[in-house]
């Protein structure tokens, strides 16, 4: 079946720290990647995708890579900031979409 | 580009009232609409998916009598509460993508509702 599995939080990290979220996935047929970031009483934004194995989607700092070895897509970031607390999902589409539990991330000052 | 607007934002309802909710895209055609429900502190679940001009398709579990969806037009579809009760209460978010159902296109969300049923 299809699933995505993301690394439980909260993951608390101060101002200018690296980040990582880990997330992982089983599907069927070759999905496209995405992380979506939602902020407090918001719906989710789309922050990056990736619709092919070793494609790097990025944006606003933020990086994941494709990896159809691992069945990876891990989200980085060199250096946080406060603005980026918020809860990341990463998600799969194949038929339809498929999203991760959430990973909060605070960032302390 | 592809923005979904969804209103309310927030609602309180008295127990046994109906609510409804709408989904635009306000730049974009949307042929396929999602709906979403997020309990607190976990992932969205998908309640339906709602197709213009035709019957919405409900997840396994959800109640196609409680949760009305109408998609009459590619930019706005709804989603009605029928007979809303306390355990209802939690937020609710609808989604689209554009073009047609292809699903290398990313979802857009609206900002959300909130429902709180008293």
């Known amino acids: 079946g299809n699933s995505v599995t993301q690394m439980e939080g909260p993951v608390t990290l101060s101002e200018e720290a690296f980040l990582t979220i880990n997330c992982t996935y089983t599907?069927?047929?070759?999905?496209?990647l995405f992380w979506y970031v939602q902020y407090p009483g918001e719906g989710l934004q789309l922050l990056l995708k990736?619709?092919?194995?070793?494609d790097k989607g990025s944006n606003k700092g933020f990086e994941a890579t494709y990896r159809k070895e691992t069945t990876s897509f891990h989200l980085e970031k060199g250096s946080v900031q406060v603005s980026d607390s918020a809860v990341y999902f990463c998600a799969l589409s194949v038929n339809k979409f498929y999203f991760g539990s959430g990973t909060k991330l605070n960032v302390k000052p | 580009g592809a923005v979904v607007s969804q209103h309310p934002s927030w609602v309180i309802c008295k127990s046994g009232t109906s609510v409804k909710i709408e989904c635009r895209s306000l730049d974009f055609q949307a042929t396929t609409m999602f709906w979403y429900r997020q309990f607190p502190k976990q992932s969205l679940m998908l309640m339906a998916t709602?197709?213009?001009?035709?019957?919405?398709?409900?997840e396994q579990g959800v109640e196609k009598d409680k949760f009305l969806i109408n998609h009459a037009s590619l930019t706005l579809s709804t989603l009605t509460v029928t007979s809303a009760h306390p355990e209802d209460s939690s937020f609710y978010i609808c989604?689209?993508?554009?073009?047609?159902?292809?699903?290398?296109?990313?979802?857009?969300f609206g900002n959300g509702t909130r429902l709180t049923v008293t």
């Open positions: 599907a069927t047929g070759y999905p496209s």
């Open positions: 990736a619709t092919k194995a070793d």
């Open positions: 989604s689209a993508g554009q073009g047609t159902s292809s699903y290398n296109s990313p979802l857009h």
């Open positions: 709602s197709n213009e001009g035709s019957k919405a398709t409900y």
